[in-house]
C-alpha cells in the first residue's frame, strides 16, 4: 500500500506541474503532502515523480506511438500523467512487474479519472508491455 500512496502522490505533483507549468521542484515544494510518507515511501515518490519528470520526452514517445489518432495533448491531463508513471515503471524499474505497474495506473485511472479512462490506459499499456517484452535482451 506505501507504493500505491506515493504513486498517487507522485500523480498529484506530476498533474499539479504540468497545470501550473511549473517546474516540479515547485510543484513539490508547494504539495509537501508526500512528506507524511513513510521513507520508503517517500524515496519511491522522489524516484517516481522526478524520474518520469526527467524523461518526459521520451515517455511521451511511447504514448504517442499508441495513441496515434490523438495528439498527446488531447488526452486529459490526469490520464497523461498516469500512462506517463506506469510507463516509466516498465521502462526503469526491473523490480516492478510490468503487470503490476500497468494494474496500479488502472486502479489510479479508476480513482481520478473514470472507467472509461482506465480501460483505455490499460489497452494503451498493455501494448507497450507486449512491445517491451518481445525486444530482445540488451536493446
Known amino acids: 500500500m506505501s507504493r500505491r500512496l506515493a504513486r498517487e502522490k507522485a500523480l498529484q505533483v506530476l498533474y499539479q506541474a504540468e497545470m501550473a507549468q511549473t517546474e516540479l521542484e515547485t510543484a513539490v515544494e508547494q504539495s509537501p503532502t508526500f512528506l507524511k510518507l513513510k521513507k520508503d515511501s517517500r524515496e519511491f515518490f522522489e524516484l517516481i515523480a522526478f524520474g518520469v519528470w526527467a524523461e518526459r520526452e521520451l515517455i511521451d514517445t511511447y504514448i504517442q506511438k499508441y495513441v496515434s489518432r490523438w495528439k498527446l495533448e488531447r488526452l486529459s491531463p490526469v490520464d497523461r500523467n498516469i500512462l506517463r508513471l506506469s510507463i516509466f515503471e516498465m521502462l526503469r524499474l526491473p523490480d516492478v512487474p ?42
Not at 123 to 139: A, F, H, Q, V, Y
Open 98 to 139: 510490468k503487470e503490476v505497474a500497468i494494474d496500479e495506473a488502472v486502479e489510479l485511472a479508476k480513482k481520478y479519472s473514470s472507467e472509461k479512462a482506465a480501460g483505455f490506459v490499460n489497452g494503451i499499456l498493455d501494448g507497450i508491455r507486449k512491445e517491451l517484452i518481445s525486444r530482445p535482451t540488451g536493446e
